[in-house]
């Protein structure tokens, strides 16, 4: 069993930086894919980034392209969202996600991939 718990998530301006975090614990979570995404009230939940396990290789959502930074921690039981020049269409609850398979973007994006979820953390973007 894998447990995701996400942290970071708060209130800021548009334009400003957050960094959320993702911890995993249960299993040897190097050997999983982690993603992020978010949900915006009364949307679908959209795919953000997702990581492989060497964290060599990277897909982000076309909204957050060029602002948004996806890494995994030293220890590879971390994975983080660096998020900068935000705006307020970010705003949403953004969830973090494990999943074994890896391939290309089309069928990374898809929430039916990941098996495991985090209960989210609330960003919020103020104009």
């Known amino acids: 069993q894998v447990q995701l718990v996400e942290s970071g998530g708060g209130l800021v301006q548009a334009g400003d930086s957050l960094r959320l975090s993702c911890a995993a614990t249960?299993?040897?979570?190097?050997?999983?894919?982690m993603g992020w995404f978010r949900q915006a009230p009364g949307k679908d939940r959209e795919f953000v980034a997702t990581i492989n396990w060497s964290g060599i290789s990277t897909y982000y959502g076309d909204s957050v392209k060029g602002r948004f930074t996806i890494s995994r921690g030293s220890a590879k039981n971390t994975v983080f969202l660096q998020m900068n020049s935000l705006k307020p269409e970010d705003t949403a609850v953004y969830y973090c996600?494990?999943?074994?398979?890896?391939?290309?973007?089309?069928?990374?994006?898809?929430?039916?991939?990941?098996?495991?979820w985090g209960q989210g953390t609330q960003v919020t973007v103020s104009s």
């Open positions: 996600a494990a999943t074994r398979s890896w391939g290309t973007q089309s069928i990374m994006t898809p929430t039916t991939l990941y098996n495991y």
């Open positions: 249960g299993e040897t979570f190097s050997t999983y894919v």
